[in-house]
C-alpha cells in the first residue's frame, strides 16, 4: 500500500496531497473499492479519482474530484471545471483515464 500512495504522490500536487490521500484512503480501506486509480491533471493542479462501486458493470466508473468541503462552489464554478476536463482531452483507454 505505501508504494502505491508513493507513486501518488509522486505525481500530486503537493497542495492537494493530504486531500487525495484522504479520500483515496477512505475508498480503498473504509469502503474497501477495489478498483480505484488516480489521474493527475496539471490544468486544474490536482489528482482525479476515478473508481468503481462494488457491485457494478465494469465499464460504471465515478469520477472523483476531491475538494474540501468548505470550497465554496457555484454553477459556474462547476462548469469552469468541467470545461477544463474537456480541454484536457482526457480520454478512458480502457485502462486509465488520461
Known sequence: MQSKLDGIEAVTNPEQWPL??????DLVLAKK???VETVPVATLQTTLIIAQQPNT???QHLVIFPILQDTALSTAR???LFQTLAAADLTNDGKELR
Open 20 to 25: 487525495v490521500r484522504q479520500v483515496y484512503l
Open 33 to 35: 473499492w477495489k478498483t
Open 57 to 59: 458493470s465494469a465499464d
Open 78 to 80: 462547476i462548469s469552469d
